[in-house]
């Protein structure tokens, strides 16, 4: 059943972060992003919000990779957006190296700007057809006056194609002429062409062939040691931010459902929507393939613009009880569980008690879920850990 409480006046979602520490570059605090659904030609009626993010705390430490992975829909683009300043917040804040962004405007806003860049999923969409991939260059470098003279220029042009493996013959080319990887790499050197500090990277490689995948990412890895680059990774799939992260967070319509070192989540996830996910990703071992835990989730992914109350995940979580669960929003915390890092956060109530056993899943009834034309119309296709409920 999806009930129609507010999310509004539930805060509870809020997580205990850390206090301000000088390693921290970015630092992301209860924010929401709520989108509001109009109606009416004439009077234009604000009928109701899309709660796209909804609650989210996040800190990205220098030098790291954060990977961001959640089904399509769940506020992975949306929050992506906020933190560059592309999307304004509807509550929280945004600190990045100390400064809150949300309150700079024109030219520091536009100097700020330099050191936060982003990648796009699909690169011939983000990339002008009728530039050359030097006209490209040169104009995001000039938009921060890193443009001296002709000569520096050029020597740069060709040190940012050698970075991301491309011969200096490509300046001269048209996005159309190259293929689906080489255009990912013209996007990044794009992004690098300003010397960020940090890359927001949404969904770099899911445009891409499984083949060309691998080199994307380790480009990436490369780049982020040779420039000293801070990473948020953000995919689909737990397998393509697996390699590259440092610390996962998986997000669940609008909120973080889990945040843990890398290592750790994969090889302990405590949420159990992260383990219904990482059920799903095959293991090439036939004997442990054989064996392993499946978790079926039954159900649709709930509309954003009318989430779940209490645990957002709790229309179809196989260890749902009938307390606390669909009245009281957990929050991101830390676990009592032996062995578990105080920096590996559950925002379940039954943390302790599904990793003991005490607790065991049920069968969940599939909810019908309601969904609103317009957010049907602005939703991206469903892919990846979606189809969890096809498996079995
Ligand atoms: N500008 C917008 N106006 C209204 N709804 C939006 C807008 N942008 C995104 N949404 C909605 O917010 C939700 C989250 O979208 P998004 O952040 O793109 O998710 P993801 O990147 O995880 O697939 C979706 O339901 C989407 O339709
Ligand atoms: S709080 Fe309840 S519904 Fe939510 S994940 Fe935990 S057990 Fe499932
Ligand atoms: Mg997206």
């Known amino acids: ?35 509001p659904i109009r109606k009416g030609i004439i009077f234009d009626k604000v009928i109701g919000h899309v709660y796209a993010v909804d609650g989210v705390d996040l800190q990205i430490r220098r030098g790291e990779t ?50 936060l860049q982003m990648v796009f999923q699909d690169p011939m969409s983000s990339l002008d057809p009728r530039q050359s991939v030097e006209s490209l260059l040169l104009e995001s470098m000039k938009a921060h006056d890193l ?10 042009l060709r040190e940012l194609l050698a970075a991301v493996g491309l011969p200096p013959a490509a300046l001269k080319k048209y996005p159309h002429e190259f293929s689906g990887g080489q255009r990912q790499r013209i996007g990044i050197a794009r992004a690098l062409s300003v010397n960020p500090k940090l890359i927001v990277a949404d969904e770099p490689v899911s445009a891409l062939d499984v083949s060309v995948q691998a080199q994307v990412i380790n480009l990436l890895e490369d ?31 609008g909120a973080l459902a889990e945040e843990a070192p890398a290592d750790d989540l994969y090889a302990r996830p405590l949420h159990p929507y ?22 079926l989730l039954t159900g649709d992914l709930p509309s954003p613009a009318n989430p779940p109350s209490g645990c957002r995940f709790h229309t179809r979580c196989p260890w749902r009880q009938p307390t606390r669960c669909d009245t ?44 609103t034309a317009l957010i049907d119309e602005g939703a991206s296709p469903i892919m990846g850990p979606t189809s969890i409920g096809e498996i079995g």
């Open 223 to 253: 780049l982020q040691k040779e420039f000293g680059l801070t990473y948020l990774v953000v995919a689909h799939d737990l397998a393509v931010v697996r390699h590259i992260s440092d610390r996962v967070g998986v997000m669940y319509l």
């Open 66 to 115: 954060y990977g961001l992975v959640g089904e399509s829909g769940c506020g992975k683009s949306t929050l992506g957006r906020a933190i560059l300043n592309l999307e304004p917040l509807t509550e929280g804040s945004v600190r990045f190296d100390g400064v809150d962004i949300a309150s700079l405007k024109g030219e520091e806003l536009r100097r700020r700007r330099q050191d």
């Open 328 to 371: 009281e929003r957990p929050a991101l915390r830390v676990v009592n569980i032996d062995g578990v890092p105080e920096d590996h956060r559950v925002a379940c109530h039954w943390a302790e008690q599904i990793a003991s056993g005490e607790l065991r899943p049920h069968e969940v009834e599939a909810v019908a879920v309601e969904q």
């Open 147 to 156: 443009v001296e003279d002709g000569a520096t220029a050029s020597q740069r």
């Open 1 to 35: 059943m999806t009930s129609t409480v507010n999310p509004d006046h539930d805060t509870s979602g809020a997580a205990e972060t850390e206090t301000d520490r000088p390693d921290v570059l970015l630092d992301v605090r209860g924010v929401k992003v709520h989108f």
């Open 274 to 295: 992260t383990r219904a996910l990482l059920s799903a990703v095959p293991v090439p071992d036939p004997v442990v393939e054989d064996q392993r835990e499946r978790i």
